[in-house]
């Protein structure tokens, strides 16, 4: 356990963002398996609506520091290429 103040606030500190950042990973995730299960019912009008929503949240979570840049970049190019493979 910490035994300094420094250790102790920065446990107190992680923990808080710990909290936070489990919030905001679950929020990319629902809407990423949004826009899968909207592939997977074969709608592509709901599809590209959940994309459209779904793009702005994955990068925030970029600058968020939650994924990297490329992690977005994949999942946003895997997404879009299964939405366009629907035709």
Same mark, same amino acid.
């Given at each position: 356990?910490? &035994?300094?103040?420094?250790?102790?606030? *920065?446990? *107190?500190?992680?923990? +808080?963002? =710990?909290? #936070?950042?489990?919030?905001? =990973?679950?929020? @990319? *995730?629902?809407?990423?398996? +949004?826009? @899968?299960?909207?592939?997977?019912?074969? &709608?592509?009008?709901?599809?590209?609506? %959940?994309?459209?929503? %779904?793009?702005?949240?994955?990068?925030?979570?970029? &600058?968020?520091?939650?994924?990297?840049?490329? &992690?977005?970049? #994949?999942?946003?190019?895997?997404?879009?290429? =299964?939405?366009?493979?629907?035709?």
């Amino acid at each position: 356990m910490a &035994n300094t103040a420094q250790a102790k606030k *920065r446990a *107190r500190q992680s923990e +808080k963002s =710990r909290l #936070r950042n489990v919030g905001q =990973r679950s929020k @990319l *995730r629902t809407f990423i398996k +949004k826009i @899968l299960a909207a592939v997977e019912s074969g &709608n592509k009008e709901t599809a590209q609506a %959940a994309y459209k929503t %779904a793009v702005p949240i994955i990068d925030s979570a970029v &600058n968020k520091g939650l994924i990297h840049k490329n &992690n977005a970049a #994949r999942n946003k190019s895997r997404l879009n290429s =299964r939405i366009k493979a629907m035709a």
